[in-house]
């Protein structure tokens, strides 16, 4: 699981390294994501284990029990992310052309495209893959002012990222095709003006094909969070959290992820009680980059304390 998406995309198309790197600018979660190829391009074909007969111990000389390992083949398609983009023949002209309009404009595009991509990764994929198999905790947020805390044990085959081991697109991270031959064409879409046209596209997936490691937290309210006699609050305890991360079987692949005020509330709601300082100390310091030795990665394309609440 040494490889990731940023890392795959730049050794695949060196030349295109700084739209990878808007791409992934502000989606961290996304850049260091580890990838793999997948089996037959545009889809990915594995094998999912329907039942096993093990060895077992015998007596000397006895019969030995017959053994059997059944499989399912199973497919995973790559999405495609792309898009076209068109412009007037005559705003074409005053950029200097078709070719310097679509460079200007391809940084904010890429930028919004590797946001919006991960995004879909967290939500569509990491915590409805935890929903859909019973792998979520709720806490105390009832409201529409929540976050979410994910965990997931990276493992290849089973849960990771799949890009096309023949290229991303025509072997470049991004595939760019003019449309229509780079000629003008009417587009319908717009009484018919003349425009030039361009269109984007790659090829991405995630495999999720083990629900041991994958889990969620959702509703955890921070706005609203105060330790109740009880012991509960609508932020996840401490023992929430333990438990999540046991129940992705943590190891050396695994990552929480959260938006960067979930982070730094776990910091204050847990951490602080039990900071000391003397005279001397110049700084306050109530961040945690580790919980029990798991990395913490934060993203702000999680929705920022705007999520509603899950129910169970």
Same mark, same amino acid.
């Given at each position: $699981?040494?490889?990731?998406? *940023? #890392? ?128 979520? *905790? ?19 085959? #089973? ?137 913490? #990665? ?10 509603? $609440?899950?129910?169970?």
């Amino acid at each position: $699981m040494g490889t990731t998406f *940023q #890392e795959i995309a730049v050794q695949m198309a060196p030349k295109q390294k700084v739209m990878i790197d808007t791409l992934t600018e502000e989606a961290p979660i996304l850049k260091n994501m580890p990838v793999e190829p997948s089996s037959h391009g545009l889809w990915n074909v594995y094998e999912e284990l329907d039942s096993v007969t093990g060895a077992d111990v015998v007596d000397l000389d006895s019969p030995l029990p017959n053994i059997s390992s059944d499989s399912i083949l199973q497919q995973k398609d790559l999405s495609v992310l792309g898009g076209k983009i068109k412009v007037g023949e005559d705003k074409a002209k005053k950029f200097g052309g078709k070719e310097a309009y679509f460079a200007k404009k391809m940084p904010a595009i890429l930028h919004r495209t590797g946001m919006d991509m991960e995004a879909s990764v967290l939500y569509n994929g990491i915590r409805a893959y935890a929903y859909a198999n019973r792998k979520v *905790q709720f806490g105390g947020g009832t409201g529409s002012t929540n976050y979410s805390i994910l965990a997931v044990h990276w493992v290849s085959g #089973e849960v990771t990222g799949l890009y096309d081991a023949n290229g991303f697109g025509n072997g470049k991270a991004f595939d760019l095709a003019a449309m229509y031959g780079g000629n003008l064409f009417e587009d319908p879409a717009d009484n018919n003006i003349l425009k030039y046209g361009m269109r984007i596209k790659t090829y991405f997936g995630l495999q999720l094909v083990n629900a041991k490691y994958v889990a969620a937290i959702v509703n955890c309210d921070i706005d609203n969070d105060s330790l109740a006699s009880d012991g509960t609050r609508t932020f996840p305890t401490a023992k929430m959290i333990d438990k999540m991360l046991l129940d992705v079987r943590a190891g050396s692949n695994t990552k929480i992820y959260c938006h960067p005020a979930a982070k730094i509330h776990l910091g204050t709601a847990y951490k602080l009680e039990k900071l000391k300082t003397v005279p001397g100390d110049k700084n306050f310091d109530t961040g945690i980059e580790l919980w029990n030795g798991i990395p913490i #990665e934060t993203s702000y394309n999680f929705l920022f304390g705007t999520e509603a $609440m899950v129910s169970s």
